[in-house]
């Protein structure tokens, strides 16, 4: 019998002949400096714990969703008319060694993690085998019938892994950047750097509990090894507020940069007047409406990679209006400005809030074990590029800084026109991958009778788009929003919760050391949340005002 090569690389059970006389035990690998080495051996969790871990109906669709981000698949476009349960059937059919994982619809009484116990030479959990076919029952299935065909898990490598990483890591928060640094002072850059060393040290540590077992998949997954059925949903409702809310974002920032190139844009219709913005946010909603009707969104995957390149793009806007455009840059500012600095602290925090992401990354790895260097490596390019653009932008604009730099950019000039559209044309792409795990989850709660109907899926979209739209019509100012999001959300997901489940799951061999650096980061996290949330929303109120 074959060893781990047999159950995927770093990921499967160290399973021993008799003659060597050892169990199969699994245990929290450690990548720090700080844990003791005389904890090898110790257990993870307690045997009662393991066996009182049940995997929930909701949200299963989490893993599929998300997926969507780390998928290689080639494109194929189609609407909303087929059928997901028969995509599904004839990807389980495909091959042996099929890339959804075989625990993906497991049986509701078995635990996602499975205590030490002494395995026989021949003795191997089938649910650990890769390539097992797909099991899931067609009452199972039935429940995505009605879900876009996503594109199946692929085994990543580690240029694509770090692609990956770093695409969810370059997101909107890059447009921000000069504005955070202008709210909270020079010194204030020093949270940047700070917020990135804590969270990719917690994206390590969301590693380390997925590593406790093959059943752990995903971030809800975690969140119910740790805490139960309760933990899961409740870290889910978290994750799913968060994507909606990119949603809103979304659509703010198409608005701005629209509105900014068609300032005399405007509509009288029966008596009501649209302005600018509104009429452009109107028509980035109805651009956007049609993405989220999509049944395959493999396209919207594969070209939604290039957010790399579009921060790139951006940002040498940027460098190009301020150099060979001549606009120059202007030293000032204050050193550290403690009033604003909490509003700078949830607009650093958004930077950072891709966590959601980061084990899917991790469980499509070839080699999962390298999964901490493409942290590490993506978040020093990500944090690197967004204090290039930070101190850019504010040298360059100063106290008139907004909370897009690329509204600050002359409209003359023809890098900043490449800029605006950039701006505008990338959230076609991601929208509605982002607002697709809502829509998911959402549906998952149907009745049986009503989760098949086409019609029902196509009209939760275009409910969700919609209800986006009177969001952000309402609440239309893009740096306090994002400043919101950053310190209420992103502190939970990517500070509390992966250093909470840290805590839970792999305890019982934690130093000291560990126990007080997870307890003084979740402190900091919730410190973060506090005061940000409370000075965004302040400052939102002075806006409406």
């Given at each position: 019998?074959?060893?781990?090569?047999?159950?995927?690389?770093?990921?499967?059970?160290?399973?021993?002949?008799?003659?060597?006389?050892?169990?199969?035990?699994?245990?929290?690998?450690?990548?720090?400096?700080?844990?003791?080495?005389?904890?090898?051996?110790?257990?993870?969790?307690?045997?009662?714990?393991?066996?009182?871990?049940?995997?929930?109906?909701?949200?299963?669709?989490?893993?599929?969703?998300?997926?969507?981000?780390?998928?290689?698949?080639?494109?194929?476009?189609?609407?909303?008319?087929?059928?997901?349960?028969?995509?599904?059937?004839?990807?389980?059919?495909?091959?042996?060694?099929?890339?959804?994982?075989?625990?993906?619809?497991?049986?509701?009484?078995?635990?996602?993690?499975?205590?030490?116990?002494?395995?026989?030479?021949?003795?191997?959990?089938?649910?650990?085998?890769?390539?097992?076919?797909?099991?899931?029952?067609?009452?199972?299935?039935?429940?995505?019938?009605?879900?876009?065909?996503?594109?199946t898990m692929q085994q990543c490598s580690y240029a694509q892994s770090l692609l990956n990483a770093i695409n969810v890591l370059c997101g909107i928060g890059l447009l921000s950047t000069p504005y955070a640094l202008k709210q909270g002072g020079w010194w204030s850059l020093a949270?940047?750097?700070?917020?990135?060393?804590?969270?990719?040290?917690?994206?390590?540590?969301?590693?380390r509990c997925l590593e406790t077992s093959p059943r752990l998949q995903t971030y809800p997954d975690i969140g119910q090894a740790a805490f139960g059925t309760p933990g899961r949903i409740f870290l889910s409702i978290f994750l799913y507020i968060e994507l909606y809310s990119s949603c809103v974002e979304y659509l703010i920032m198409m608005s701005d940069n629209l509105s900014a190139l068609f300032p005399n844009a405007n509509m009288n219709f029966s008596g009501i007047h649209l302005d600018s913005y509104q009429l452009c946010m109107i028509t980035s909603t109805l651009i956007i409406l049609p993405t989220v009707w999509l049944r395959n969104l493999s396209l919207?995957?594969?070209?939604?990679?290039?957010?790399?390149f579009t921060a790139g793009a951006v940002s040498l806007c940027l460098l190009w209006v301020g150099v060979v455009d001549q606009v120059g840059f202007h030293p000032s500012g204050p050193a550290l400005d403690l009033a604003k600095l909490p509003v700078t602290l949830g607009l650093f925090g958004f930077c950072y809030g891709s966590h959601s992401v980061f084990p899917n990354i991790y469980s499509s790895m070839k080699e999962p074990s390298k999964f901490p260097s493409v942290l590490i490596i993506s978040f020093s390019a990500s944090c690197l590029l967004y204090a290039a653009v930070?101190?850019?932008?504010?040298?360059?604009?100063?106290?008139?800084?907004?909370?897009?730099?690329?509204?600050?950019?002359?409209?003359?000039?023809?890098?900043?026109?490449?800029?605006?559209?950039?701006?505008?044309?990338?959230p076609v792409t991601k929208y509605a991958l982002t607002i697709t795990p809502v829509a998911f989850s959402l549906e998952e709660l149907l009745p049986s009778a009503l989760d098949r109907s086409y019609s029902i899926s196509i009209l939760i979209r275009t409910i969700l788009v919609f209800s986006t739209l009177v969001v952000a019509l309402t609440v239309p100012y893009f740096g306090s929003v994002m400043a919101f999001i950053g310190s209420s959300l992103v502190m939970l997901i990517a500070l509390i919760f992966p250093c909470a489940c840290y805590l839970s799951i792999c305890r019982d061999r934690l130093t000291k050391l560990q126990i007080w650096v997870c307890i003084l980061i979740m402190n900091v996290g919730l410190i973060c949340a506090i005061v940000g949330t409370y000075s965004a929303i302040t400052t939102i109120g002075d806006e409406k005002v």
């Open positions: 019998m074959k060893g781990d090569e047999d159950l995927g690389p770093d990921r499967g059970m160290d399973f021993e002949t008799d003659d060597e006389e050892n169990q199969a035990e699994r245990v929290c690998e450690d990548d720090g400096d700080y844990e003791s080495e005389s904890d090898v051996t110790a257990p993870s969790r307690s045997a009662s714990m393991h066996q009182n871990i049940d995997n929930p109906t909701w949200p299963q669709s989490y893993r599929l969703s998300m997926d969507m981000y780390t998928s290689a698949t080639p494109p194929n476009i189609s609407f909303l008319t087929g059928s997901f349960l028969i995509s599904a059937r004839k990807r389980s059919q495909a091959g042996a060694h099929s890339s959804l994982p075989a625990d993906h619809f497991q049986s509701s009484t078995e635990p996602l993690i499975y205590p030490a116990t002494s395995l026989d030479k021949d003795e191997v959990p089938t649910s650990y085998l890769p390539g097992e076919k797909l099991s899931a029952t067609s009452s199972q299935l039935s429940r995505f019938s009605n879900c876009q065909s996503v594109p949270i940047l750097f700070i917020f990135g060393i804590i969270t990719c040290f917690t994206g390590i540590l969301l590693k919207l995957s594969v070209i939604s990679v290039g957010g790399v930070a101190v850019c932008g504010f040298l360059m604009f100063g106290h008139s800084t907004k909370s897009q730099f690329t509204l600050n950019m002359p409209s003359g000039f023809m890098a900043s026109k490449v800029a605006a559209w950039t701006t505008v044309v990338a």
